[in-house]
């Protein structure tokens, strides 16, 4: 069993858009599901502080809607029992920037947003994403393929970018150790990609219930437990606008408070 903690804070202007009412940022910072990422945005002008306490990655990110199409995250994170380079009494280090675009709203087509997560960083959580949301009433659907670190289903497909080029097919190493830095090579890459989608559903104006399929990669860069099955659930409570909190039970494993 583990148990992580993540405490999310929300300063904002009014919202007009995708409101706090059917959306909260997930364990990463991310507006989403528990640990999947959404289409969905809030307006300009919104950040958000999120803090994660897991086994073994520690995180706090912060994030920013600079505008009501960009979703922008930084994050500081320590990875226990992973020594860092020349100083191995000590765990290692990293940090990283994530990004989300809007590339359509909801309309009588889903909306859909991509997403890097980690960009430039040193691998641990290099990633990429496209997902779709559709929303109905209460009811909120999202669907979407990763690549990278969110590669990690068992019903993973080849990679469908690889027919277009063969270069999409084979995804560089990563950089962990000596530094990030940019490599678009590795971008949306690699032999296979995982499918990924969940649903939350707005009991009322305060309780929003999260249930999604985790195709997070549990034998990657960073260790975690293996799961018991891809499924998790939780519920989120708003207490405030400006304060969430949130309880799940992901993959069959651990408990996740927020």
């Given at each position: ?38 289409a969905r945005f809030y307006n300009e002008s919104v950040h958000g502080v999120t803090v994660y306490d897991g086994t073994p990655d520690q995180k706090v990110t912060l994030t920013t809607n600079p505008y009501n199409w960009l979703e922008a995250s930084f ?30 709203e909801q309309g009588s087509l889903p909306a859909i947003a991509l997403g890097v997560m980690d960009i430039a960083g040193t691998g641990y959580y290099s990633s990429e994403y496209i997902v779709t949301s559709y929303g109905i009433n209460n009811l909120d ?118």
């Amino acid at each position: 069993m583990r148990y992580l903690l993540s405490l999310c804070f929300l300063l904002s202007i009014k919202v007009n858009a995708d409101s706090f009412q059917y959306n909260t940022y997930n364990n990463h910072g991310i507006i989403g599901l528990i640990n999947m990422p959404t289409a969905r945005f809030y307006n300009e002008s919104v950040h958000g502080v999120t803090v994660y306490d897991g086994t073994p990655d520690q995180k706090v990110t912060l994030t920013t809607n600079p505008y009501n199409w960009l979703e922008a995250s930084f994050f500081y994170t320590n990875l226990q029992g992973t020594p860092y380079p020349g100083f191995e009494y000590q765990d290692y280090k990293d940090k990283g920037f994530n990004i989300k675009l809007k590339i359509k709203e909801q309309g009588s087509l889903p909306a859909i947003a991509l997403g890097v997560m980690d960009i430039a960083g040193t691998g641990y959580y290099s990633s990429e994403y496209i997902v779709t949301s559709y929303g109905i009433n209460n009811l909120d659907m999202h669907y979407g393929i990763g690549w990278g670190a969110l590669d990690g289903s068992e019903d993973s497909i080849k990679n469908p970018l690889g027919y277009i080029n063969n270069s999409f097919k084979s995804r560089p190493g990563s950089m962990a150790g000596i530094g990030g830095q940019f490599q678009p090579s590795r971008y949306f890459s690699g032999q296979t990609a995982s499918p990924f989608y969940g649903i939350s559903y707005a009991i009322n104006d305060k309780t929003l219930l999260k249930l999604e399929k985790d195709s997070t990669k549990t034998n990657g860069k960073i260790d975690y437990e293996n799961p018991g099955y891809e499924y998790s659930f939780g519920v989120d409570y708003s207490l405030n606008e400006n304060f969430v909190i949130g309880l799940s039970y992901e993959r069959g494993n651990f408990a996740s408070l927020k």
